[in-house]
C-alpha cells in the first residue's frame, strides 16, 4: 500500500465525526510508508481546518458547478480523479448514507476489492477487514486479493485519535472534469429533522420497546435522552404499534448504532433488535422480566418497572453530571 | 414497463448461527432459507409498478440448484417469470454484480430492484456496484419511489433525515422498509407456482476480490452485572457508569 485516499464529509461548519474517525483509522493501517490524503467534495478548506489535529497533511478540495447540488455518480467520479491523481491504493468511506452509494462505485472504477461496514482493519500481511455477518450473530475477517482495496468503516467503532503533535495541512484545490453524463442521479431537497439528534450519529441513545406501552409514556425515554444529550431509540414493536417514527428504529431493519451508552428500556432484546445495538460501547438494559435475553448483551441490568425506575434513574444522573 | 427484480437467498434472521467445520461458513444443516426480507420488498414494488403501469416482471438470483426455492416464492407472489443463474456456492459481492449485470443486458430493463442489504453478508454493495457496472444511476435505501414519465423520484433514508433522489429510466432502485407491505403468497398460487419453468442459466466465471480467512462467533465480553430496581441500585449503575465506565 503506498496511498490512502480518505472521503471527508463536510457538515455545517466543519466534518462530520465520522471523517475524523476514519483518518485516525487510515493513520492505524497507514505505517510508515504510506501517505494519506484527504478528498472534500464541494466544500471549502475551512470546514477541514483542524484536520491537522489528527495527522492529515495533504487535503484535496474538489468543487465544480455540477457539484452544487449533491449527486452521487458526479461524487464517485471527482472521487476517482482524485484517486488518480495521488495514485491512491486504498480509499477509506465511512458507512453512512453516502458513502454506501460512494464505495462500491469506487471499487468498480478501480477494479479494487472491497469491504463495507468493517468494524476492524489491521495491516500484516496486506490489510485484514472484520466485519460483522448475519445480523452480528458472527463475524468474518476478510482479505482483500486485489491490488487495490476500498473499505467502508461503521460509525463510532474506529476511535478519532488525535496526532502526537498536530501537522500542518496542505489544501490542494481540483476541479474534476464531469459532464451532464455524470449527473445521472440527483438530490433536489433534503428534509432534516432539525433539534432532534440522529440515533446514528448520537453520542448516547436511550431506547423504549413495547414495555413503554405507550407513545405518551416516551417521555420518560426522552428525559433520560435529554438529561444525556443523546438520541431516542426504538424497537422494531414500537416502531410498528407507530408510537415512534421509523428513523428511530434500532436493529436488522432499522439503523445499525454504536453509540457509547446505550440504554434500552422495555426491550426483550429479541436477535433482529441486538444486531442493531450490540456493539455499543456501553449496554444498560432495564426490564422486569430478569429472564430477558436483552441482559445477555447488557454491562449493566435493572431488573424493574421501568416506570419507577427511569423517573429516579434521570433525576440521578441529572445530580451527577 | 420491464422490470428487473434481483433477489437472494439467505438464513431466517432468527437462525442460530453456527460456524461450519471449514471455519469460513456457517453450517448450514437445519438452517431454514427464505428471501432475504429486503427483497420481499423489491418484489412486492415491482408488482404494483406493474399493476400500475403494465409491463413483466422477472427475478433472478444468483445461486444454485437450491436457490429454486426462493425463487418459487417470487412466482407465488406473482412475477412474470425468474432466472436462475447457477453458479458457486458462497460467491463473493463482485462475482455476483457482475453476473447480475450480464442478466440486465440480456433482459434490458427498465427498472432494476434491489434489496437493501442481503441480510446474510450485509455487504450492502450490489446495488450501487451493479449501476457503475452497468453505467446507471442508482439509489440507495429508498422508502418512497414515484415513476412518471420515464422520471424517478425516490426518498432516501439519511441520518437524521431524508432526502429526495431524481433520476431518470433505466434506473437501479434499492429497498428500504416503509417503502410497502409485501403481500402473502396466497396457497393456490404457491401450488401453481410449482409447475411454472425456470429459466436456468451457468454463471461466467468472474474472478473473486476478497475471501474471507476466517469466521467467528464474537465473544460476550460484557461484565452483565445486574441489579435491582431499589434506590441503593439505581445510584449504584450512575456511580458505575460515572466511575467505573466513565461513559457519563
Ligand atoms: C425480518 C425481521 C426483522 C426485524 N427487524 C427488527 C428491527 O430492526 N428492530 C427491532 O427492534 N426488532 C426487529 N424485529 C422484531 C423483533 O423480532 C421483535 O419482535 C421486537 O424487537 C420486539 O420488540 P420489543 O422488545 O419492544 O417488544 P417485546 O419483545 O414485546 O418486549 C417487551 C419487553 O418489555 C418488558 N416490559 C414490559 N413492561 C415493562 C415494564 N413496566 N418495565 C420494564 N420492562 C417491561 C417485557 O419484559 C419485555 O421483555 C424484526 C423481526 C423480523 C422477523
Ligand atoms: N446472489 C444474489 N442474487 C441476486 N441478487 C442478489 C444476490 N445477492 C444480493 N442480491 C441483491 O443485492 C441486494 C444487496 O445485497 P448486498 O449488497 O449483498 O447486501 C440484495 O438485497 C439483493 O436484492
Redesign the interface.
Given at each position: 500500500m503506498k496511498n490512502i485516499l480518505v472521503y471527508l464529509e463536510a457538515q455545517g461548519d466543519g466534518l462530520k465525526r465520522i471523517s475524523y474517525e476514519v483518518i485516525s483509522a487510515a493513520r492505524s493501517i497507514a505505517g510508515d510508508s504510506a501517505r494519506i490524503y484527504g478528498v472534500l467534495v464541494a466544500g471549502n478548506s475551512g470546514q477541514a481546518e483542524n484536520v491537522g489535529e489528527y495527522g492529515l497533511t495533504d487535503v484535496i478540495v474538489a468543487n465544480h458547478i455540477l457539484l452544487e447540488r449533491y449527486s452521487s455518480t458526479a461524487v464517485a467520479a471527482t472521487i476517482f480523479q482524485a484517486a488518480e491523481s495521488v495514485g491512491a491504493d486504498c480509499l477509506l468511506f465511512p458507512a453512512n448514507a453516502a458513502g454506501l452509494e460512494l464505495e462500491p462505485r469506487l471499487a468498480v472504477k478501480l477494479s479494487a476489492g472491497y469491504v463495507a461496514d468493517c468494524t476492524g482493519l489491521s495491516a500484516d500481511d496486506g490489510i485484514i477487514a472484520t466485519k460483522p455477518v448475519y445480523a452480528g450473530k458472527a463475524q468474518v475477517k476478510t482479505k482483500v486479493e486485489t491490488d487495490k482495496c476500498v473499505f467502508s468503516l461503521r460509525p463510532n467503532v474506529f476511535t478519532a485519535t488525535k496526532a502526537d503533535s498536530p501537522v500542518s495541512t496542505n489544501f490542494t484545490e481540483m476541479v474534476p472534469e464531469l459532464t451532464d453524463n455524470d449527473v445521472s442521479v440527483v438530490v433536489t431537497s433534503v428534509d432534516k429533522n432539525e433539534g432532534t439528534l440522529d440515533v446514528l450519529e448520537a453520542d448516547m441513545v436511550v431506547s423504549g420497546g413495547r414495555g413503554v406501552k405507550s407513545a405518551e409514556n416516551f417521555n420518560l425515554i426522552e428525559s433520560l435522552a435529554e438529561v444525556l444529550g443523546g438520541a431516542v431509540g426504538a424497537s422494531r414493536a414500537v416502531v410498528d404499534a407507530g408510537w415512534r417514527p421509523h428513523s428511530e428504529q434500532v436493529g436488522q431493519t432499522g439503523k445499525t448504532v454504536s453509540p457509547t451508552l446505550y440504554v434500552a428500556c422495555g426491550i426483550s432484546g429479541a436477535i433482529q433488535h441486538m444486531a442493531g445495538m450490540s456493539t455499543s460501547k456501553v449496554i444498560v438494559a432495564i426490564n422486569k422480566d430478569k429472564d430477558a435475553p436483552i441482559f445477555k448483551v447488557a454491562d449493566y441490568g435493572i431488573v424493574g418497572d421501568l416506570f419507577e425506575v427511569l423517573p429516579k434513574l434521570t433525576d440521578r444522573i441529572r445530580e451527577v453530571k | 414497463m420491464n422490470i428487473l427484480v434481483c433477489i437472494s437467498r439467505v438464513?431466517d434472521?432468527?437462525?442460530?448461527?453456527v460456524?461450519g467445520s471449514d471455519g469460513?461458513s456457517?453450517d448450514s444443516q437445519g438452517v431454514k432459507f427464505i428471501v432475504n426480507?429486503?427483497d420481499e420488498l423489491a418484489i412486492e414494488e415491482g408488482l404494483r409498478l406493474r399493476e400500475k403501469n403494465g409491463g413483466v416482471v422477472t427475478a433472478v438470483t444468483i445461486g444454485t440448484d437450491k436457490s429454486t426455492d426462493v425463487l418459487r416464492t417470487a412466482l407465488a407472489m406473482g412475477v412474470d417469470k425468474v432466472i436462475l443463474v447457477k453458479g458457486e456456492e458462497n460467491p463473493d459481492?463482485?462475482y455476483v454484480?457482475e453476473n447480475l449485470a450480464a442478466v440486465a443486458k440480456d433482459e434490458n430493463p427498465d427498472l432494476i430492484l434491489l434489496g437493501r442489504q442481503s441480510?446474510?453478508?450485509?455487504?450492502?454493495?450490489?446495488?450501487?456496484?451493479l449501476?457503475?457496472?452497468l453505467g446507471?444511476?442508482?439509489?440507495?435505501?429508498v422508502?418512497k419511489l414515484t415513476i412518471e414519465d420515464g422520471k424517478v423520484t425516490a426518498e432516501?433514508?439519511?441520518?437524521?433525515?431524508?432526502?429526495?433522489?431524481?433520476?431518470?429510466l433505466p434506473?437501479i432502485i434499492s429497498a428500504q422498509?416503509?417503502l410497502n407491505e409485501p403481500r402473502y403468497p396466497k396457497l393456490p398460487d404457491i401450488m401453481k407456482s410449482r409447475s411454472k419453468p425456470i429459466d436456468q442459466r451457468d454463471a461466467a466465471a468472474a474472478?473473486?476480490?476478497?475471501?474471507?480467512?476466517?469466521?467467528?462467533?464474537?465473544l460476550?465480553q460484557?461484565?452483565?452485572?445486574?441489579?435491582?430496581?431499589s434506590?441503593d441500585?439505581?445510584?449504584e449503575?450512575?456511580r458505575?457508569?460515572?466511575e467505573d465506565?466513565k461513559?457519563?
Open positions: - | 438464513p434472521t432468527a437462525t442460530k448461527v460456524i469460513n456457517i426480507p429486503y459481492s463482485f454484480a441480510v446474510d453478508f450485509d455487504s450492502l454493495q450490489i446495488p450501487s456496484a449501476g457503475e457496472i446507471m444511476p442508482s439509489i440507495s435505501v422508502s432516501r433514508d439519511i441520518e437524521g433525515g431524508c432526502e429526495i433522489v431524481e433520476a431518470s434506473c422498509k416503509g474472478a473473486s476480490r476478497t475471501s474471507i480467512i476466517g469466521m467467528e462467533i464474537p460476550k460484557r461484565a452483565g452485572k445486574i441489579l435491582t430496581d434506590d441500585d439505581i445510584n449503575l450512575v458505575m457508569l460515572h465506565a461513559v457519563i
